[in-house]
């Protein structure tokens, strides 16, 4: 099979149009090397790319992605672990001093939870891996909620419960409590995309930037 050729396009209008502007700084991050200053644990969902939504410039944010946003609890065992090995090269060597849980609507990780859905395949790794979001979902009660209500509910407890395991690597935990690191949740709305950030003392998602995006769709678009 070929490469594609949606990619081939993609780059030659990388190459048109951000190449050129961006040169100097792609020369000057490959000699001093990258300082992002966030990090952004996102969705693998290809409508949320954190780089898109935040208008981000080549070395600007430290980004690892995986089926719904979720940090595993700190596990210093045999295994390996992807996400824990992002946050210790995060923190450790590039002293990033916010780390963003991005979580979204219509998380079909979280939809897979909830539905009990099949397993793909004999793997089942989506069903493990959506274990990992069952203290959230404890924490979340169904009460008569309406299935799409629910499904938000426990997509906003799931980065929560993110924000909780990030406490659970003790480095990390330290520089939290020093101050030295931020810590914060937030959730992009695919179908509006709108954006919420989380205020942990109510755990309250509220939205931000509202007036910027309603200037958005103000002016006449064409
Ligand atoms: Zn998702």
New binding site residues.
Partial sequence: MDFPQRLIDGYSAFLAARLPVEQSRYRELAETGQHPEIMVIG???SR?SPEVIFDARPGELFVVRN???IVPPYAPDEGAHGVSAALEFGVGALRVKHIVVLG?AR????KAFVEEAEPLSPGDFIGQWMRLMAPAAAKTPRGDLSPADYLTRLEHANIANSLDNLMTFPLLARLIEKGKIGVHGAYFGVATGELYVLDRSSGAFTRIAAEAYAKAFQAPRF
């Fill in positions: 969705c693998c969902d949320v089926v719904a946003n979204h998380c079909g990780g979280v």
